[in-house]
T-cell receptor
Framework: QKEVEQNSGPLSVPEGAIASLNCTYS??????FFWYRQYSGKSPELIMS????GDKEDGRFTAQLNKASQYVSLLIRDSQPSDSATYLC???????????FGAGTRLAVHP | GAVVSQHPSRVICKSGTSVKIECRSL??????MFWYRQFPKQSLMLMAT?????????EQGVEKDKFLINHASLTLSTLTVTSAHPEDSSFYIC????????????????FGPGTRLTVL
């Protein structure tokens, strides 16, 4: 059973702080890793994709991947109340590159 | 780029009727699309993988005769909920896989805005 684990939260951070979201996965052969943001009542929106070990930065977001530890994280710098959402970690696995989703971490950024 | 549309966004129907939901990739071709269902406060649940020109692959526990999937072109997949019942009320979301990386990110799934189905 391929699994993706996330802390459900809520993770509460003050405005302007760094939010750190973590994810572990069980399938060692996974190749592609994604972070999606989902606002309540809306569909997921792609934030970041990462394929190789190390860091990948895009604006206020940094994804980090460590395949040896089977660990992927998302850092959000200068957190804003508008960042409050559920963040889904997804790992490609199975035929047709199905995504295996974690249950999501709810982030709450308070003013 | 990488826009996926879904229609309708919201539908209310009577028990026993069938409902068709369309999913379109607007600016890239998608040989593979995926259909998910999400109940309130729960995570996404993959229902099936839709493959252009071939039969869909259903996840365990999903009735293929109840949830009919047709992927007739590289930009369109449809999900038909047949003989819908109140327990089928849910948020149905499709995603399309950009295999070629037209959007700039290879093998990435982009989600449609979802269809909220309410069966009375």
């Amino acid at each position: 059973q391929k699994e993706v684990e996330q802390n459900s939260g809520p993770l509460s951070v003050p405005e302007g702080a760094i939010a750190s979201l973590n994810c572990t996965y069980s399938d060692r052969v996974s190749q592609s890793f994604f972070w999606y943001r989902q606002y309540s009542g809306k569909s997921p929106e792609l934030i970041m994709s990462i394929y190789s070990n190390g860091d990948k930065e895009d604006g206020r977001f940094t994804a980090q991947l460590n395949k040896a530890s089977q660990y992927v994280s998302l850092l959000i710098r200068d957190s804003q109340p508008s960042d409050s959402a559920t963040y889904l970690c997804a790992v490609s696995g199975g035929g047709y590159n199905k995504l295996i989703f974690g249950a999501g971490t709810r982030l709450a950024v308070h003013p | 780029g990488a826009v996926v549309s879904q229609h309708p966004s919201r539908v209310i129907c009577k028990s026993g009727t069938s409902v068709k939901i369309e999913c379109r990739s607007l600016d890239f071709q998608a040989t593979t699309m995926f259909w998910y269902r999400q109940f309130p406060k729960q995570s996404l649940m993959l229902m099936a993988t839709s493959n252009e020109g071939s039969k869909a692959t259903y996840e365990q526990g999903v009735e293929k005769d109840k949830f009919l999937i047709n992927h007739a072109s590289l930009t369109l997949s449809t999900l038909t909920v047949t003989s819908a019942h109140p327990e089928d009320s849910s948020f149905y979301i499709c995603s399309a896989r950009d295999q070629a990386g037209t959007s700039g990110s290879t093998d990435t799934q982009y989600f449609g805005p979802g269809t909220r189905l309410t069966v009375l």
